[in-house]
Every structure is written in structure tokens, then in C-alpha cells.
């Protein structure tokens, strides 16, 4: 390797003298100097990032974690983690006098006698339901993308985790007030761990440092609550951050964008102002919230006390789908040796939400031992292209909506004046039938669009233009979409052919032996048929030759009325219409 | 001893002589019937008004029922029974003049349609004729009363008193009442199209008349269960709230954690995506825009 020594100075007669720098580089070259970070930044600070409205789902996660983390810094200065028994004398007058726990005191302080207290609280509360519902559709938009593809499986499974503790710490977080309603939040926590068999009432009382609701359960929760789990959290989401900036944000193809690029601003200076901006609209917002809309008003559910529940006890949403289950499971219990296994707890909470949880964590890596790819992908595919893996998730959807919705079913009972007996029988039926039918109904309507997208590729867009042929028949014209539409249309793999994929597997091989068959493999070879069996194949070069062929034949044909009459031009915005009449020179 | 025989023989013999006589009879009647009205006077349960002004409160309450409720309840509010065993109106006897007040007063009485349960709708009785009503149902046997204004006011209480009442009737709300009818009083549902009603607008009255009768499938809390201050206590609770200020803002419908998740995403998320598409639509180009046409 040469070295390019033209620039190198072949003189040394003056000193060199530095430009009197700023004191902005000042404190640069003093910070560099000592921490030795300028080549990482130079690197990161023109770190390219696409934009998309739905890139910035997980943002609004991040930025509301932001927001939690501030506002509970505030909280922890006044909120007493203890249970100790006090008479309460704060200014909330409906309480005065009334016995209740120092935590259950110290909210009603920051509600009342806390200058902004209450407001954080508030910001708190909903940032917090925010934060959940903001990694759920970022969740979402991951997998409908298929952005979870290589080499992202593992950023998708410490999404997953992060879900997960976001859930545990909004637990958590809602007991520590320790009013009734959350307070009946813990005893059915303390309900579905006695419901566990044979070590159920060992984790009680594990817990909960004795029975049931003892002295120790909000203590340990706070601790819970503002240290472990956000630590986790923390960790977590550095990893996940650090690991998206490693592996390069994905993009949607278009015209020059490919696999190997990412199009878009640069970190500094537009991305930051983008990313930072967005951390004060989603401030904004949650303080608007905070302000406006009231949360969590533990002054009227009164201290907790196990002999009092109050209707509407509902957790907050994301707890609402495990609740919706339960409230809907038939009461099965089953004894045996004199004991009771009470599958109406442990079916709808210990048995299906973590069964969940791993059919989410493994949906990357099923996707991809079924379908057998395993390269990196950077470009995002709409899902209408991969209909089978869309129908999946809207079917996870559907099933994660109708339990959540009988979470509420008391509410939908009232407002709309039904009987919850008939809206329990149909959610019974509907959490089996609801998604069964999303699937398919999703699979056809993306098969569909595809269809559609076949079209137009081949044979144009509708211009709603009406054509009469000499006969007295007629037709629609269609005319061909620009190159840079059929550019992005058309930027994604051909689906693998079915035959040529499972030819591997069912032929003999180089030795004329029969390949070892897995047990595995038939059901595999099954699943890559529903995968791929009905979807619309992206038209090959030849057909979309043939097709544009086609296309210019029937210009040619209609050639003969340009600048005659009206080609019908004029009004769908395809060219300018200042110098052409309707009706040629008449 | 002897003295003492002649003369009672000689009275009964007087009286024995004028008894086959046509007035023997009419004096019999006489006497039985002021013997019986002087008992009835004397052991019969006291009446609020007069007499005469409350006989003519149950007569015309008696006309009222036998037009609109004796369908259902029987001519004597005894109450008629269907084929299958089932209730076509309860028996009335006993259920006192709240009970008639607080179902008829809310409209709730006369029932529009059979149903789960009946539904406040507006009177179809004036006071009046509730009054009336409720004076012939009660005339059927003992019962509640309809309370008066100084049963449930606070009015005589000193403020420092008002306070403590409102405490303790907190405390009564939140472990009696709030299981069904929410930790606001805002209502909540129960079995089969059930529910237990919105307090929030209910007149201190029927609240007090609902706590002493127990209507539908509430519990009935009578005085030796709840008393009478106690129940006043619970009014002024619920009143409380009612002038409490929204601290929290908006209370969406008060309703506990299912409003706020749908205004978190509703609102929440629905806001931070707009926000989102709205910075990610100033963008880079990666193709040339043709001059003249707006970026």
C-alpha cells in the first residue's frame, strides 16, 4: 500500500500556529484530549437514519421511558414504601382520620400537599401506559415489516424481555400506592401463585413474607419497582439501542436505496433535532395528559383493606388480557389426594400468558426454519408480501383483543346494556373462532393487494378514462405507473419455488440414498406450503417485458388522437393542462 | 252471700225479660262495635295525620292501585302468582311507604316492560298520587316509612361535625356500597343485564329510601343494621363528591383503569403517531422532483 505524500509538508520553516480556537472547540479539544472520544463520534454523529412515521413508534417508547424515569425520580422524594398503620391528617378532608398504610398516606400527600405532585403522579401513571403501548406497536411494526428478520432475531427477543419487565414494573408500580384497587390487584397476584400446585403457597408466602397481606409485600415491591427492574430495563434497552446502531436501521426499498445503504439524514445535525425534538413532544403530550385527563384517583378507592373491593376493579390495560381470560375461563377444578388444582387461575394466568410470551420470542426463528433463509435482510417488505406471517400476527391480534376486551366486560355490560352472563359465552367461543378467522381473513385480503399490485405493474394504472372503440365496445385505459413506483413495487425477492425448495429434502441424494428423514421435516414441508402455496408471485422480467409490450402496442393504437381531441389528460395531474383545450383548435 | 244472689237474679231477671224485645238486638250491635273501635283506638298502630284526612289517602291511593298496580300486584296487594310458579308482581303487605315512594318516585314503578330489571325512567305519578299510593300500601301492614328531610340532611350538623360525617361515611360507602355500585358511585354491572345504578344524580331521598328497603337486588339495610345517622352519613358522602372538585382533571367517566387505557391509546398513541408521521414527513429525497411541482 502506498501512501499519498502529497499533502505532506516539505518545508519546516515556520511554526505552526493554531487559529485561536472557540471556546466551544476549547472544551472539545480539552474533553478529547482526555476521554479520547472524538473518533467514535466522528463515526456516530453521521450515523444515517431513514425516516418513516412508524420508524419513531419505538422512540415514543424510549422517550416516555425518559419521562418515567424523571417523574419518578420526583415521586420517590415524598412516597414512604412502608405499610406502617397511621391515622391520616393530611388536607384530603372525605379521609380525614381514617386508619391506612404510610404508603397509602404519602400518595394522598403528593395528591394533595405536594406542590405538582399530583401532576406527576399523573405524568407518571400515563407515561407509563404509554410506554407499554408504544413498545406494543413498535412490536408490531417490527414483525408486519419483517424487520425482525435476520440479523435481528436477537434484538426481537430483548424487545420481547422488554415488554415483558415493562409489564412487571407497571405491576409494580400501580400496587405501591397501596390504595384498594391496587390493593386487590395484589391479592389476585397473591391468588394466582397459591394456584400454582405444590410450591403455590411456599411462593406466597415467600412473597409476601408470610400470609397474606403481612407488612413486607410494598417494601420489597418498591424495591422491585425502583431498582431492579429498571436497572434490567436500562441494560436492556442500551443493548437494544447499541444493537440497532451495529446492525444499521432498516429502510423501505426505493430507487437508490439498497441492501447494503441506508438513505436518509445524518445523526448530526438533523436527526438529532428530529429524535430530541420528538423527546419533547412526547414530554409534552404526557404532560398534557397529566394535567388534563385524571388517572388513578387512589383519594377515592380508600385505603386497602382485604374485606373491600370495589366494581371496576380492573389492573391497567396491558395486565387486561391475562384478567380477560380469567373472567371468562369455565370454573374447572380438579382434586386429587385433597388437593385442588384449580385450572379455572392456571390455565388463563400461569399457563397461557408465558406460553404466549414464547410463541413471540420464537416467531423470528420459526419464520425462519420454516422458510429455510438465511440471509440478512436491511430492506422492509409491506406486508401484504408476506400474507401469511401478516395473517399471523393479526391473528395473535385478534386473540390478544377479545381477552383483553372481556377484561372489561362488566363496562361493555353497562354501557351498552348487555348481560355479562351472554358476552362471557361468546368470548369463550370467539377467543377460538375470533382468530382462526382474522387469519384467514387477513391471508386473502393480502393475497389480494397483491393481486392488485400484480396488476398494476402489469398492465397500468386505472385512469379512469373511458374509452369507445370503433365496434361501440368499451374499455378502461389503462396507462403504465412511473419508473420509480415500479421500481419500489418490484424491490423485493421472488417467493422461493415450493417444488425446487422441498426438491432438496425429497430426492435422493449424489449417492443415490435416501436423505435421513426428521419427523420434523413433513410438518416443516407443510408449513413452507401454507407459508408461500397461495401468494402472487412478483412478475418475472420477461412477463413485466411482455406486459410493457402489450402497452405500447395499444399506444400506438390510440396514438392517432393525441393533440385531436382530448386524450383525457387533462384532469388526472399526469401533465399540464395551461396551453391545451379540451377540444383541440376548435 | 244470699243478699248478693237475689239481686244479681233480679237484674238478670229484668234484663231476661226485655230480651226477646226488637231493640235487645240493635243494642248488642251497638255496644259490640263500640267495644271493638274503643280496643282498635286503644292497640292500633298510631298514624302520621289525622285520621280522617289519612282513611281518605287510602281510599284514594286504593282507586290509583286498582287502576295501575292491582294488574301485577293483586287488587289486594297480595300479589299473583303466574302457572310456572313465577311472580307476576311481588306481595306488597309490608313493604311500607318508602318502598312505594322510592320505586314509584323514580319512575322505576309502574314497570313499562318485564325485564331484568326496571330502569329509572320519569314519573308517571305525581307526588300526590305517590303520597296516595304509598298511604294505602302502607295501610296493608307495617312498614318503612318515608323518611323525613331532617332524617338525611346535614344541614344542623357544625361544620367540624359535617366533616366527621362525611368520613364516616366514607368509610360505611366504601365497604357496603362500592362493590356494586363503584368506588364513585358511578354505577356497575351485575349478573344477567343487571346493574347496580349511577348514584351520581340520585336525590338523597331514594338513597335513604333504597338503603331502608333493599330494592331489587340490593341488600336491605334496615335501622338495627345501618342507623339512621349512618345512613345520613352515606348521603352526605356521596353529596360530597358530587361538589368535590375534579382534582385529577377530566375524570373519564370515573370508571377506574378501562378508560384510562382507552384514552392511552386513544388519545396517548393516537397523538404520538400523528406527531411522528407529521416530523417524518420533511424527509430526504433519493429521487430528483420535477421543477414547479410543491415538494
Not at chain 1, 424523571?70 to 372525605?94: A, I, K, R
Amino acid at each position: 500500500m502506498s501512501i499519498d505524500t502529497s499533502k505532506v509538508a516539505d518545508s519546516n520553516t515556520t511554526a505552526a500556529t493554531a487559529k485561536k480556537p472557540n471556546r466551544a472547540g476549547a472544551a472539545a479539544t480539552w474533553a478529547d484530549d482526555r476521554l479520547g472520544l472524538a473518533t467514535m463520534m466522528k463515526k456516530n454523529l453521521r450515523k444515517v437514519f431513514p425516516d418513516h412515521w412508524s420508524f419513531m413508534l419505538g422512540e415514543v417508547a424510549l422517550w416516555s421511558f425518559v419521562v418515567l424515569l424523571l417523574s419518578g425520580v420526583f415521586l420517590t422524594f415524598w412516597y414512604v414504601p412502608s405499610m406502617g398503620e397511621v391515622h391520616y391528617e393530611g388536607s384530603y378532608d372525605p379521609l380525614r382520620g381514617v386508619e391506612m398504610s404510610e404508603a397509602y398516606a404519602s400518595s394522598l400527600k403528593l395528591s394533595f400537599d405536594v406542590r405538582g405532585g399530583l401532576l406527576m403522579r399523573q405524568m407518571h401513571h400515563w407515561a407509563a401506559m404509554l410506554f407499554i403501548a408504544a413498545m406494543m406497536i413498535h412490536l408490531l411494526r417490527v414483525f408486519f415489516t419483517g424487520a425482525h428478520r435476520k440479523p435481528r432475531e436477537l434484538n426481537w427477543v430483548i424487545g420481547c424481555l422488554l415488554l415483558l419487565l415493562g409489564t412487571l414494573e407497571g405491576f409494580t408500580g400501580y400496587s405501591l400506592p397501596d390504595d384498594l384497587l391496587s390493593g386487590t390487584g395484589i391479592r389476585a397476584a397473591d391468588g394466582f401463585l397459591k394456584a400454582s400446585p405444590v410450591v403455590g403457597s411456599y411462593m406466597s408466602f415467600f412473597l409476601f413474607g408470610g400470609e397474606f397481606p403481612g407488612d413486607a409485600i410494598i417494601p420489597r415491591f418498591y424495591t422491585i419497582h425502583v431498582l431492579l427492574i429498571p436497572g434490567l430495563l436500562l441494560a436492556l434497552i442500551t443493548a437494544h439501542m447499541l444493537l440497532l446502531v451495529y446492525h444499521k436501521h432498516t429502510q423501505w426499498p426505493g430507487p437508490g436505496r439498497t441492501e447494503h445503504n441506508v438513505v436518509g439524514y445524518p445523526m448530526l445535525p438533523v436527526y438529532a433535532a428530529k429524535a430530541g425534538g420528538f423527546f419533547f413532544i412526547v414530554f409534552g403530550v404526557t404532560a398534557l395528559m397529566g394535567g388534563l385527563l385524571s388517572i388513578n384517583p387512589v383519594w377515592l378507592f380508600g385505603p386497602y383493606d382485604p374485606s373491600k373491593v370495589t366494581a371496576g376493579s380492573q389492573p391497567d390495560w396491558y395486565m387486561g388480557w391475562p384478567d380477560g381470560l380469567l373472567r371468562i375461563m369455565p370454573g374447572w377444578e380438579s382434586h386429587i389426594f385433597g388437593h385442588t388444582i384449580s385450572w379455572n387461575v392456571m390455565v388463563p394466568i400461569l399457563l397461557v400468558p408465558p406460553l404466549m410470551l414464547t410463541i413471540l420470542i420464537l416467531l423470528p426463528f420459526l419464520e425462519s426454519w420454516i422458510t429455510g433463509d438465511k440471509r440478512d435482510h436491511h430492506l422492509l417488505q409491506r406486508p401484504r408480501n408476506a400474507p401469511t406471517r401478516t395473517a399471523v400476527m393479526v391473528s395473535l391480534m385478534t386473540f390478544y383483543g377479545l381477552s383483553w376486551a372481556a377484561g372489561g366486560n362488566d363496562l361493555i355490560a353497562i354501557t351498552f346494556d348487555l348481560s355479562i352472563n351472554q358476552i362471557t359465552y361468546f368470548m369463550r367461543v370467539a377467543v377460538f373462532l375470533g382468530p382462526a378467522l382474522a387469519f384467514i381473513i387477513t391471508k386473502r385480503w393480502c393475497i389480494s393487494l397483491q393481486r392488485k399490485d400484480e396488476e398494476v405493474l402489469l398492465h397500468g394504472y386505472e385512469t379512469g378514462i373511458i374509452m369507445r372503440s370503433p365496434e361501440g365496445g368499451y374499455s378502461e385505459r389503462h396507462l403504465p405507473i412511473s419508473e420509480a413506483r415500479a421500481f419500489t413495487m418490484t424491490a423485493r425477492d421472488r417467493d422461493p419455488d415450493l417444488a425446487e425448495l422441498q426438491s432438496g429434502e425429497d430426492g435422493v441424494d449424489a449417492n443415490g440414498l435416501e436423505p435421513k428423514r426428521s419427523p420434523l421435516a413433513g410438518i416443516r414441508r407443510r408449513l413452507q406450503t401454507t407459508m408461500y402455496a397461495d401468494n402472487i408471485q412478483k412478475p418475472t422480467a420477461e412477463e413485466l417485458e411482455a406486459a410493457h409490450h402489450h402497452a405500447e402496442h395499444e399506444h400506438e393504437l390510440q396514438a392517432a388522437m393525441e393533440g385531436v381531441s382530448a386524450d383525457g389528460h387533462q384532469f388526472d395531474g399526469h401533465h399540464l393542462v395551461e396551453e391545451e383545450t379540451l377540444r383541440g383548435d376548435h | 252471700m244470699r243478699h248478693v244472689n237475689g239481686w244479681t237474679n233480679r237484674w238478670a231477671g229484668r234484663l231476661s225479660r226485655h230480651r226477646r224485645r226488637p231493640i235487645a238486638g240493635a243494642v248488642l250491635l251497638l255496644l259490640g262495635l263500640v267495644l271493638t273501635g274503643s280496643m282498635y283506638a286503644v292497640f292500633a298502630p298510631a298514624q302520621a295525620g289525622s285520621t280522617d284526612s289519612n282513611e281518605e289517602l287510602v281510599r284514594e291511593g286504593r282507586a290509583l292501585f286498582l287502576v295501575g298496580c292491582s294488574t301485577c300486584h293483586g287488587v289486594n296487594g297480595e300479589g299473583i302468582d303466574t302457572v310456572n310458579g313465577n311472580q307476576l308482581g311481588p306481595p306488597l303487605a309490608g313493604v311500607g311507604a318508602a318502598a312505594v315512594d322510592f320505586q314509584v318516585g323514580t319512575g322505576r314503578m309502574p314497570m313499562a316492560q318485564p325485564g331484568q330489571q326496571n330502569p329509572v325512567k320519569p314519573q308517571v305519578y305525581d307526588q300526590d298520587e305517590i303520597d296516595a299510593l304509598a298511604a294505602f300500601v302502607a295501610s296493608l301492614a307495617p312498614g318503612p316509612a318515608v323518611p323525613d328531610e331532617a332524617d338525611y340532611s346535614t344541614a344542623d350538623l357544625s361544620e367540624e361535625e359535617r366533616v366527621e360525617a362525611i368520613a364516616r361515611g366514607g368509610l360505611i360507602f366504601r365497604t357496603n356500597c362500592t362493590a356494586c355500585h363503584n368506588f364513585a358511585g358511578n354505577g356497575g354491572a351485575m349478573p344477567r343485564g343487571g346493574y347496580a345504578p349511577d348514584l351520581s344524580q340520585t336525590e338523597a331521598r331514594y338513597i335513604y329510601e333504597a338503603m331502608l328497603t333493599g330494592p331489587g337486588n340490593m341488600d336491605n339495610f334496615s335501622d338495627g343494621n345501618l342507623s339512621p345517622e349512618e345512613k345520613r352519613d352515606v348521603i352526605a358522602y356521596l353529596y360530597s363528591l358530587r361538589e368535590q372538585p375534579a382534582y385529577g382533571g377530566f375524570t373519564l367517566g370515573g370508571l377506574g383503569p378501562v378508560s384510562e387505557g382507552l384514552f392511552a391509546w386513544v388519545v396517548g398513541i393516537g397523538a404520538m403517531v400523528g406527531f411522528a408521521i407529521w416530523i417524518a414527513a420533511h424527509t430526504t429525497r433519493s429521487t430528483r422532483q420535477k421543477d414547479g411541482q410543491a415538494a
